[in-house]
């Protein structure tokens, strides 16, 4: 037996070395676990040059943009860089036929022509604190998942209530290593944020869909905001008063650029990982949950495109949502490609089997014994009811005219006397402000074919025998021709497809709405499914992972003691992380290799190909042409567009300041690789790798291309 357990260990170890680029450590933690591994590696600077809350350090030029993207400061005026794609939706609301900025561009000229928008904040991270003795002491003996949850939430908003008590900061508390331990995170909200430059799309998103979540690139995806303070430098609602931002840090930005297998550093907001997953959760994702999704958000695209590709005023307002299906439609395809080749189940089965056996065999692990197995059998009850959730969210969701319907149900659940007071005021004013945003981006013939599309695919896709008749009405349609009637039918008698009509209805706050929206058949069909999905889909599957959920922390919890030889990090949360890699190329397959960089030539060699995701405007092929790099060309003689790095990123990684050995700007995060995208499950150091804007073809296309140099003065170059 114990020689058993010896050849397991010994063979285990290799598939389970850990590499120093695997991970998403905390940067008050540095010191302790990572500072060694990082100079190793060639890092110059010290821990706490990137984290001190006693003095400044570049926590201080790193911000969270708006939701989910990360940015970073580059003068000491405030002004932010981020990537094109994390600006988008600003850009686009600028954005008319008249003043098309997705496809010119926008520079302001000078700060009065800086564009405000409301609703964007930028968030600085003042402190974080390990506050899990604070929320533990009082979960001993909580048994119940509900139960904890709302102690935890109860504890949380004290401590953080506490934290910012005198103060103007925002605090949270959030649970790291599935709720293992906590911290306290306080904030620095600022919420004038101005737009400041965009390059045209044909630059800032080259390659569009043929190149997303994929090397070699040439994206020029980079745009930048000011951020606005009062006169005390304090956040402060948008004001013209208001000034620019002075930051207690900005990064340099160097032009000596980099050579291959050089120290390079991620600092940003990644938002999630699921890197303790067990293999019968990436079994599930590999063999169904992926292809399914996949299949059903291609068949979305083809109608968004069967649209947007005639007509320039329905591409602009579907440009943000087109993007947003098109990403994850890629992404799960390249995650699904490169968890089988890496043969991510087997790999896990194998840490597993280890875990196992020392649980079996130490009587101190004793707790743990058949944990895994309870895992796996809750995976098993999954297995029906995860698919059926996953086509209401991908397939019935998706279709717009149901989801303002759903919206609209918020007044029918008013009393009558509601009406009249601040609650009804309240729902009215909210509903007026998302119907408008709403419409305003809206196309009907387009969701009326997403309604036909989505229907037949739920169709085939759900298990009847499982959950019957939540698409009762369509379920006997036979035909697509019959399903398009349906359709026909639902849309001419509704008004809520209707943008006047419900702005109407919403400008009048009166009882008499509720029997219009109640008659409406699209309001009615979505009543119906959304009761049938919250009844016979989100039970079960609530219930079966309020089991998970505690078996999922104790799992985190003994892994780390059961197989202590591996450093562990918490999975990926929205909170500030520092990941650390190098400059390197990959090799996509047999007898290929990838190099590390990318130049403009490759953007001229993609635009010879004639496909219509590399044009480019006449202006930038004669540029580039001409060869004018100026003092932003490599050692080589070339422009370096684009890098690839061992770094360990994910979503909300993208606008986060990729940093050289001394802690300077080299460039803007904004990609993986196809394959590398499984990194939010498994880490494959061969597969692997981020995707970096150099920052020199950056200020060349400000400086260059859209002679924007006063923005460039204010930025410190090291040359
Ligand atoms: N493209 C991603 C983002 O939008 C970055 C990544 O997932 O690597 O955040």
Redesign the pocket.
Known sequence: MMRRILIISSFILLTFKTYADEGMWLPMLLKELNEKDMKTMGMKISASDIYDINKSSMKDAVVLFGR??TGELISNEGLLLT?H??GFGQIQDHSSLENDYLKNGFWASDRSKELPNPGLSVTFIVRMENVTSKVVKDLKGVTDEAMRESLVAQLSTEIAKEATAGTSYEAIVKPFYNGNEYYLIVMEVFKDIRLVGAPPSSIGNFGKDMD??SWPRHTGDFSMFRIYANKENKPAEYSPENVPYKPKHHFPISLKGLKENDFTMVYGFP?RTNEYLTSYAVDQLVSKINPMKVDLRGKRLDVFNKYMLVDREVFIKYADKYSGVS?YHK?WAGETRGLKKADAVAKKKTIEMLFDNRVTNEPKFIAYFGLLDKIGKLYGSLEKVQPEYDLFTEALLTVEIFRQANSLKAIVDLKAEDFSGQKGKDVFTNLKSSSADFYKNYHAPLDQDILVEMIANYLKYSKEDVYPSIFRGFSSIASEQELKEEALKLFQNSLIDNGEEVMKWLENPDTSIVSKIKNDVAYQAATFYFNQFKSKVQKEFTSINAQLIPLNRQYVEAIRLVLPEKKYYPDANQSLRVTFGKTEGYKPGDASKYNWFTTTDGILEKNNTGHIDYSIEPRMFELLKNKDYGRYADKDGSLHTCFAASNH???????SPVLNAKGHLIGT????NWE??MS?VYYDINQVR??VLDVRYTLWVIDKYAKAGHLIQEMTIIE
């Open positions: 989910g993207c990537n794609h994390c997303n979540w938002a990403n992404k990123t994910t979503g909300g990684n993208s606008g995060n904004f990609d993986r590398g995208t939010d981020n995707i």
